[in-house]
């Protein structure tokens, strides 16, 4: 069989055909991460925008396997270390009337996602990628859902497509519900599970909580983690649905991966994910550590977000139409309106 054209001649050979696509998207990321420290603003939407003004390399024959590396393979990494932040006793703090409500909230996102996509003509693949990145962590999640449904040529143009919606919203988001929280005089309790349960982003939830002081923002920080916690559930979930449509679109489409016909029903990100809440939550992970491996999940989002910007350009993302953009839309609105009629109920 030719399935192996992206593997020609061993480990080294691939590794030195990643180097130049892989620095480049490093050194994307890095553009990012500085003008986000310098002016403000979303990093991981700089990122994409910076890569998506070097799309003409994704199509050059040295930098397109780093290019490829990153976008997946980094992208994987990422969303597995994701799981250092967390820990069982954050989850257990909540209490049950807290976790309940937010999980009633990201299921019923979920559903909403999937009913409405199919009203608006979309698949149900990208109805359940929408719903996943508004209910559960932004851009993390869109990420994570799209490793383990099926690929086709439009599919990372919709993936970027969310990850760009989600953002933007997320960031209207981060200054527009501390207003509402404000306004309607809500406890740094109530006010934290209203920002930790609704924005998409957790540096955007981070941003909101602390807006409202040290005690809004930290609980606001506990109930998103605990959002972030059920991606794995979600992951496994969509995963399992789609493992039938997936494995002869892999098989077929995706060169090196061609080679690779059976996908395991829970992906090696989220084992990652999984062993390092365990260990993270039984003290056996020293904060430096957890904050380092944080830092380095959050550093390989950013390079996989360069790396998935170089692989699209505007005019595709212009042809997704605007019925994605209404769906993330009334899922954020969905959601938000769901939490805040529990905490009103609730006080």
Same mark, same amino acid.
């Given at each position: 069989?030719?399935?192996?054209?992206?593997?020609?001649?061993?480990?080294?050979?691939?590794?030195?055909?990643?180097?130049?696509?892989?620095?480049?998207?490093?050194?994307?990321?890095?553009?990012?991460?500085?003008?986000?420290?310098?002016?403000?603003?979303?990093?991981?939407?700089?990122?994409?925008?910076?890569?998506?003004?070097?799309?003409?390399?994704?199509?050059?024959?040295?930098?397109?396997?780093?290019?490829?590396?990153?976008?997946?393979?980094?992208?994987?990494?990422?969303?597995?270390?994701?799981?250092?932040?967390?820990?069982?006793?954050?989850?257990?703090?909540?209490?049950?009337?807290?976790?309940?409500?937010?999980?009633?909230?990201?299921?019923?996102?979920?559903?909403?996602?999937?009913?409405?996509?199919?009203?608006?003509?979309?698949?149900?693949?990208?109805?359940?990628?929408?719903?996943?990145?508004?209910?559960?962590?932004?851009?993390?999640?869109?990420?994570?859902?799209?490793?383990?449904? &099926? =690929?086709?040529?439009?599919?990372?143009? #919709?993936?970027?497509?969310? %990850? !760009?919606? $989600?953002? /933007?919203? *997320?960031?209207? +988001?981060?200054?527009?519900?501390?207003?509402?929280?404000?306004?309607?005089?809500?406890?740094?309790?109530?006010?934290?599970?209203?920002?930790?349960?609704?924005?998409?982003?957790?540096?955007?939830?981070?941003?909101?909580?602390?807006?409202?002081?040290?005690?809004?923002?930290?609980?606001?920080?506990?109930?998103?983690?605990?959002?972030?916690?059920?991606?794995?559930?979600?992951?496994?979930?969509?995963?399992?649905?789609?493992?039938?449509?997936?494995?002869?679109?892999?098989?077929?489409?995706?060169?090196?991966?061609?080679?690779? &016909? =059976?996908?395991?029903?829970?992906?090696? #990100?989220?084992?990652?994910? %999984? !062993?390092? $809440?365990? /260990?993270? *939550?039984?003290? +056996?992970?020293?904060?430096?550590?957890?904050?380092?491996?944080?830092?380095?999940?959050?550093?390989?989002?950013?390079?996989?977000?360069?790396?998935?910007?170089?692989?699209?350009?505007?005019?595709?993302?212009?042809?997704?139409?605007?019925?994605?953009?209404?769906?993330?839309?009334?899922?954020?609105?969905?959601?938000?309106?769901?939490?805040?009629?529990?905490?009103?109920?609730?006080?």
């Amino acid at each position: 069989m030719s399935a192996d054209p992206a593997q020609p001649e061993g480990a080294l050979q691939r590794l030195l055909q990643c180097l130049p696509g892989t620095a480049l998207s490093a050194v994307i990321a890095m553009a990012a991460t500085l003008v986000s420290h310098l002016h403000g603003g979303p990093q991981l939407l700089y990122a994409l925008f910076f890569g998506v003004a070097f799309h003409y390399l994704s199509a050059d024959a040295k930098t397109r396997p780093g290019i490829e590396f990153c976008a997946r393979t980094v992208l994987r990494l990422g969303v597995g270390l994701l799981g250092a932040r967390i820990t069982a006793s954050q989850i257990v703090g909540l209490g049950w009337s807290t976790a309940a409500i937010v999980i009633v909230a990201v299921v019923s996102t979920l559903l909403c996602g999937v009913f409405l996509g199919r009203r608006l003509g979309l698949n149900r693949a990208q109805s359940v990628l929408s719903g996943g990145a508004v209910a559960i962590c932004g851009a993390s999640a869109a990420l994570a859902i799209s490793a383990v449904l &099926p =690929r086709n040529k439009d599919s990372e143009r #919709f993936t970027l497509m969310v %990850v !760009v919606t $989600v953002t /933007v919203l *997320s960031t209207v +988001a981060m200054v527009v519900y501390p207003l509402i929280a404000r306004l309607l005089q809500l406890p740094p309790e109530l006010a934290g599970l209203f920002l930790g349960g609704t924005i998409h982003d957790v540096a955007q939830v981070v941003g909101a909580g602390f807006m409202l002081g040290q005690e809004t923002g930290d609980y606001a920080t506990i109930v998103k983690l605990f959002r972030v916690s059920m991606l794995a559930v979600v992951v496994v979930v969509v995963a399992s649905l789609f493992k039938r449509q997936r494995a002869p679109e892999g098989a077929a489409g995706e060169g090196a991966a061609g080679a690779q &016909p =059976r996908q395991a029903l829970v992906p090696w #990100f989220l084992w990652v994910f %999984v !062993v390092l $809440v365990i /260990v993270n *939550s039984v003290g +056996a992970v020293p904060v430096e550590i957890q904050a380092g491996l944080s830092d380095v999940s959050r550093g390989c989002l950013v390079v996989a977000i360069a790396a998935l910007g170089m692989k699209t350009s505007f005019k595709q993302l212009a042809r997704a139409g605007w019925r994605p953009f209404a769906l993330l839309l009334v899922e954020t609105l969905w959601m938000a309106g769901f939490v805040l009629a529990a905490i009103l109920l609730r006080g």
